[in-house]
């Protein structure tokens, strides 16, 4: 990948969130070290989606136009049920006012327009740990 140091040549590369301007606002709390955390539905895990993410796996985090910007290294892997997850992990997200509160409604928004929302629905939790900034249009 163009712009990806050789060290991380063949990563897993994605962007956070379901827009670019989401992917943006997202990877800016990252790199701002308020973002150590994110979750995304099971059912978008396996054979026919995404790969379950591996501690100890280093991945590209892509901006809002699709370039390099930031590498990243999976630290903790749970399955909790959507109304299980608790205000620790919320505020790790970073998102929103870092509340239990909000992250829920702010969640609940989200995965409902990405193939729908139940309380009980499981989720993959993931904590990280920012390893490096990528320079953008130094390529």
């Known amino acids: 990948m163009s712009g990806v140091p050789d060290q991380y040549q063949g990563a897993v590369s994605f962007a956070f969130g379901d827009s670019p301007a989401l992917a943006d606002a997202l990877l800016k709390l990252v790199i701002a070290g308020k973002k150590t955390a994110t979750c995304g539905a099971l059912r978008d895990f ?19 136009a699709r370039n390099p910007a ?59 740990r920012l390893v490096e900034v990528l320079e953008r249009g130094k390529v």
């Open 70 to 128: 930031a590498v990243i290294e999976t630290v903790e892997v749970t399955i909790r049920r959507f109304d299980e997850v608790d205000a620790e992990f919320a505020y790790n997200e970073g998102e929103d006012d870092q509340t239990l509160d909000a992250w829920r409604i702010g969640h609940e928004t989200y995965f409902a327009r990405n193939g729908g929302f139940t309380p009980d629905m499981e989720l993959v939790c993931e904590r990280f």
């Open 46 to 64: 396996g054979p026919e989606g995404e790969s379950l993410p591996v501690v100890g796996r280093r991945y590209i985090v892509l901006d809002g």
